[in-house]
């Protein structure tokens, strides 16, 4: 039978059931997409054959002798509610109230995490009356090291209402409910994304390999079948990347038993942030921990379990100068001692351990801190620990590639790959933040794109990306921005797709919380750019987007833009704010007198050389560009011609 693109269940892992069970993103309630193949899959006694019914559509597969069936029925219109029944001669399973209408996926990390209840106005959604037309499904939080044919825990659909909808995505939820609005259909929204994630945790092994990490995918294969060896490859990798970085000759490394870095006395186990010295309020960067214990012969010629408690945000550990683990997710670590490596007398523990956000350090509690004999027996670890600052911080540490939020891959396997084929009318996708700072994120959002839309078998898949808002102490002075680079990626990617778009998000920051809680106009504005994308409705799909930049008379610039809903406009003053002009050279750029017009901006020379022009280069920017419909313009740099 020829695999249509589809709304799919995928297989189960059980196929000696009584009756044939479907599994994956269908349950009661559920949503599928219309005017595209329904791919129904699952289990069933080995060979037999399985009839589904969904409404008008019907089809028939027999199962393959792992009791594997996948069934493909024609395409519907919206409409329903139909019960999807499927039937062989080991029995019947039904799925009751079934939807045919637009179903849309929305992914990333804790701005599309955060709920309706979180975010700002949630009494208007908790005190509305439901919407049975509108269906939400949550994914768990899960991880992988392989890709799940089936969800670890089964989603159930839910109809939007004042008990359900609090809990869901509000960035997702406000998409769905205005694109009810809109596209008068049944809506079902798909969410599955993780606070913290970077985008190489939703990126398939393929995906990884498209996109130059062809080491990382080798190594969580690894760690899936070996995972002490793939602990020594990744600790190889660490050190390395440790002596290029500091200049350190082997031998001479902190971890090893002879460091002599400047070690002071913990004050407690905890974040460091509660230590009185006042330099670690704020701290973030990179800490040495270093302590020494004491064994007997028999404690010695043991194997062992180390265990650290919690560390945030990532350790790399060595014992008597040889890596035990590392891991870069909020769990305790419990890290194996092979027999041979503890030694009678004095043993050294080191602990690198780096911090990006919020808290960091050893948190314990101390009492989860201890050294486990195979006997039974242990001694505590919770005290006795001292700590050195390093002269100069590296920069962010190579991740391991099985954690969660920063592996590569196993978001993807857990709670992306067990969707098979599922048809979608479109993908939201809010992350980002977590990529700040890190080269490459072109070239890794259009693999996971190109990726995705294998998977769900369109080639034309939309994806609505919301550029990142706004976080931070506003810019007073032009500089660099890894938040900048990160939006101008996604604004290069959405120029270069053709289904693509880009939600401007620049007036809904909040400078003192990376969690903005305005979420509707998020929503909305994720839902203007479906309707264009996905129905073709005659509106801009953001705010303003710069197409070109070229020079006129009197070294002056003029920027033009697309996507202009009437004209340009400027708030607060005549000025457009956050223009820069630059030269080829890093540190060029200056801010630049700019004036909006009709779909153009003219900016003023200065009489100094001119390659490229900016526009919100900042985490923060002061910016008050908009159109007649006040939606801001997009940040941007593009070369001068």
């Known amino acids: 039978m020829k695999l249509l693109v589809g709304a799919v269940i995928l297989a189960s892992a059980t196929p000696t059931l009584a009756a044939p069970r479907v599994a994956g993103a269908l349950s009661d309630r559920a949503v599928v997409q219309r005017d595209q193949a329904i791919v129904v899959a699952g289990t069933a006694q080995p060979g037999e054959t399985v009839s589904v019914v969904l409404g008008p559509a019907s089809g ?221 309020a704020t701290y973030k960067g990179m800490l040495w921990y270093r302590l020494e214990v004491t064994l007997t012969p028999e404690q010695a010629r043991q194997a062992a379990t180390l265990q650290l408690g919690l560390i945030d945000d990532v350790d790399q550990t060595w014992l008597n100068g040889k890596p035990v683990g590392g891991t870069s997710n909020w ?148 500089g660099e921005s890894g938040t900048a680079y990160v939006r101008d990626a996604q604004r290069q990617v959405a120029e270069s797709d053709g289904n693509a778009a880009v939600a401007i998000t620049l007036d809904l920051g909040d400078a003192y919380d990376i969690h903005p809680g305005e979420k509707a106009e998020v929503g909305r504005r994720l839902a203007r750019a479906m309707r264009r994308l996905v129905y073709r409705d005659p509106v801009a799909p953001s705010g303003p987007r710069a197409t070109s930049a070229t020079f006129v008379t009197n070294g002056q610039v003029v920027v033009r833009f697309a996507d202009v809903d009437g004209a340009l406009r400027t708030e607060s003053g005549a000025t457009a704010l956050g223009f820069e002009l630059c030269g080829a050279a890093a540190g060029t750029c200056r801010y630049a007198v700019a004036r909006a017009g009709g779909a153009e901006v003219t900016i003023a020379g200065d009489g100094q050389p001119v390659t490229r022009v900016r526009y919100a280069w900042a985490d923060t920017p002061r910016v008050n560009l908009v159109d007649a419909a006040a939606l801001p313009a997009g940040p941007f740099e593009l070369p001068v011609r």
């Open 331 to 478: 769990q305790p670590r419990v890290y194996p001692v092979p027999a041979g490596m503890l030694v009678p007398g004095r043993n050294v523990l080191v602990v690198n351990n780096q911090n990006a956000y919020s808290h960091g350090g050893l948190a314990g509690p101390a009492d989860a801190m201890k050294l486990t004999f195979a006997d039974g027996s242990s001694i505590p670890l919770g005290t006795g620990w001292r700590y050195a600052v390093v002269d100069k911080d590296p920069g962010t540490t190579p991740p391991v590639p099985w954690g969660d939020t920063t592996s590569s891959g196993t978001l993807h396997n857990a709670m992306i790959a067990p969707l098979g084929p599922t048809a979608f009318a479109g993908v939201a996708w809010y992350q980002g933040e977590s990529d700040t700072g890190m080269p490459g994120y072109t070239t890794r959002l259009r693999a996971l794109m190109a990726d995705w839309r294998r998977q769900f078998g369109r080639a034309d898949l939309p994806f609505a990306l919301v550029s990142l808002a706004p976080f931070g102490r506003p810019a007073t002075a032009p």
């Open 60 to 280: 028939s597969a027999r199962a393959g002798a792992d009791g594997v069936f996948r069934v493909a029925l024609p395409p519907l219109p919206a409409g329903g509610p139909f019960d999807l029944i499927v039937s062989a001669r080991s029995g019947v399973s039904v799925l009751r109230d079934l939807l045919v209408g637009d179903v849309y996926l929305c992914s990333g990390q804790s701005n599309m995490e955060m709920t309706v209840a979180q975010s700002q106005n949630a009494g208007a959604v908790q005190g509305a009356p439901g919407d049975d037309q509108l269906r939400l499904l949550t994914i768990e939080k899960n991880t992988g090291l392989t890709p799940l044919a089936r969800f670890a825990q089964q989603p159930q659909w839910v109809a939007a209402g004042p008990q359900t909808s609090p809990n869901f995505s509000a960035a997702c939820f406000y998409m769905a409910q205005e694109l009810r609005r809109t596209a008068k259909v049944p809506i079902g929204a798909v969410h599955s994304s993780w606070g913290g994630s970077q985008i190489t945790a939703w990126m398939s092994d393929a995906a990884q390999r498209a996109a130059g990490r062809a080491a990382e995918a080798d190594l969580l294969k690894l760690y899936a079948r070996d995972p002490a060896a793939a602990v020594q490859v990744a600790a190889q990798r660490w050190q390395a990347w440790w002596r290029e970085k500091s200049g350190d000759a082997p031998g001479r490394e902190p971890w090893q038993p002879g460091a002599t870095l400047d070690w002071t006395p913990v004050p407690s186990i905890g974040f460091y942030e509660t230590w009185p010295d006042p330099k670690f």
